[in-house]
């Protein structure tokens, strides 16, 4: 990945699991937890394709996974968000642009759904039941509402900031434009000081033209 790519992915993931803790998780919200994770990884997967997105994924979901109040086993919402972001990338459109809002909103569905089913299942796997109690229909329900809620919030947003980074127009500037301008000034000063030696050798010749002339002239008066 690049360097911009990661900077830009780190500094989102963070912001999202500052306010997803600090502020959604405190709603108390009936059901589910908006996921803005998920939408963070979901955006960039859509950007900078399935590779990126898998690992954009996976370091979300484990800093998730660590940061307090973590009360399940570590690495659990990162294979979640690994698998999530995989299969996001693949989805990637074309230049990184959603042509139309269906496409996004459908895949924030069915990551909403997807994420809460394979969540739960992994937590089958390890013994954890907590779904069960609360209601796994009621999981799902809420997850893909209020994901599609705060989806046109997030991913738009997150989209345009992922293809500005990878655009990257101040690296070209310096690159392509630097370069060119000062091959134009070479161009343009070494074209001034050659029309100038011209003019110069033009005015010079017209003077003694000028001056052999009027001796002529002077010359045939005196004669």
């Known amino acids: 990945m690049r360097f911009n790519r990661v900077l830009l992915s780190t500094t989102l993931i963070v912001v999202a699991l500052v306010v997803q803790v600090t502020i959604l998780a405190r709603l108390q919200l009936p059901g ?8 963070v990884v ?5 950007v900078y394709g399935h590779v990126s997105g898998a690992l954009i994924g996976f370091g979300a979901g484990l800093l998730a996974d660590l940061a307090p109040p973590a009360d399940h086993a570590a690495g659990r919402y990162a294979l979640v ?5 995989y299969l996001a ?3 990637k459109p074309e230049k990184g642009q959603m042509r139309t809002a269906l496409g996004p ?4 569905v069915a990551a909403a759904l997807g994420s809460t089913l394979l969540y739960a299942a992994v937590g089958a796997l390890v013994g954890d039941t907590a779904a069960r109690h609360v209601g796994l229909g009621g ?3 809420t997850a893909a509402v209020y994901d599609l809620l705060l989806a046109p919030f997030t991913i ?9 980074a990878e655009n990257d127009p101040l690296a070209e500037t310096q690159s392509g434009g630097g370069g060119g301008d000062v ?4 161009l343009a000063s070494g074209t001034g000081l050659s029309i100038g030696g011209q003019r110069g050798g033009l005015r010079l010749r017209a003077a003694r033209n000028r001056a052999a002339r009027a001796g002529r002239i002077k010359g045939v008066k005196r004669l």
């Open 32 to 39: 589910a937890v908006p996921d803005l994770m998920l939408l």
């Open 81 to 85: 968000l690994c698998v999530i972001g």
């Open 89 to 91: 990338g693949l989805a």
């Open 183 to 186: 091959a134009a000034g070479w």
């Open 156 to 164: 738009p947003l997150v989209m345009a900031l992922a293809r500005k």
């Open 105 to 108: 909103m459908t895949a924030v």
């Open 139 to 141: 999981l799902l329900f």
């Open 42 to 46: 979901l955006a960039l997967a859509f």
